[in-house]
């Protein structure tokens, strides 16, 4: 698409010339000789760049200035001037504009800044179509779910993500604690500072107090260079320290420290270097639990636990399950280019029975594998079944009050015969024989269930 130029100047021989010139360079452009019909034209379009007489006769350059950059943070404005001075330069690039030129001036150097201007331009239209990809995944409404449980943790979000108290995420492997963690992130003041996230069970014992806390040139076998920790890192952001409850008790005294003085300390330093972050931990163990065997202390526990958002397990919130599976699904066919596909009612009974011990990671898991594996595009209750795996393991994972009695022991029978005909490798008269049943009622029940 051609980049649009506005072109604003009261002499026509100036419109024309800079016209052409940049016609010529294929982009397009529009002119106004006037004032009035410039604040027109930017409120009612977007340019990718501006050229702005100084003076005009019958408004202030520096009003169309004000008024384009407050309308369109992204379009590059290049201020033209025939007087020079440095004031007028200041006082421009004090209002927002991103360069400026002089009366007279050359056209190779014109050509030179307006290049300049349009890739800083194309810049910062991706920087705010990045910030907004980021907010927008991370905006807390837009984790998925309709459950009160969750909506209450919605309303928790709201209320300490602009606060810099501690927030401990509890909850099992799966249900989302860091997304969460982002989420009280993105909703607070810190936003546009780091987010910098550490899994404290994934780092060696020995390792974890460099990488909180950094260390110096020489402090041990190895420290060939200075190194920042993630204390640093994350400094007027927010740190997340993920699986606390497995950090070991000499280390937890240390981050006690730092969390009362505000103040880190580097491996093999002197010196106390303070710090602003804002701390969320998260884990999926019984920190109270942990407490009374003296293996996470209690002072840190008060001190991380300001306030505690309790992440329930998939199972505890099922009216969540449809929505989650129908976006996984969309996300995941757009990943893989297969786009349009759905979820017949037997397989979505299969997936809201089911016990998602790996919560929403398993979830994700199971729509993926059923994405790449179906061959048409309906994910059936046959190709979802054996995926599942525990959903098979007995027949109470079938039972449910408002399923008739007649359906639910009629997908146990079925699933029986589908286990039977397979360990069989398909023939019938093994199956029916091992089954106690004759060939012929093992046929019927076949084209019953649907089952080659």
Known sequence: MQERILII?????ILEILTTTLENEKYECATCASGHDAMQAVQRERFDLVLCDVRLPDADGMEILRTIRARHADTTIIMITAYGSIENAIECMKLGADDYVTKPFNLDEIRAIVAKGLEKAQLRRENIALKKEVSRRYEFSNIIGKSKSLQDIFEKIRRVGPTDVSILITGETGTGKELVSKALHFNSDRRDKPFVALNCAAIPENLLESELFGHVKGSFTGAYTTKHGMFEEASGGTLLLDEIGDMHPSLQAKLLRTLDEGKIRRVGDTGLIPVDVRLVCSTNKNLAEEVRAVRFRLDLYHRIRVVEINLPPLRERREDIPLLAQHYLEKIGRD?????????????????????????????NVIEQSV???????IT???LGPLLGSVYAGPENYF????????????????VLRRALETNNGSRKETAFKLGISERTLYYKMEDYKLS
């Open 381 to 383: 209750e046959t190709a």
């Open 9 to 13: 100047d009261d002499k026509q021989s």
């Open 336 to 364: 893989h280019n297969r786009q349009g596909m759905t979820i017949e009612p037997g397989a979505m009974r299969l997936i809201m029975h089911h016990n998602w011990i790996g919560n929403v990671r398993e979830l994700i």
């Open 400 to 415: 449910d009050t408002d399923i008739p009695l007649k359906e639910t022991m009629g997908k146990f029978e079925r699933e």
């Open 372 to 378: 790449i594996l179906s061959e048409g595009a309906v």
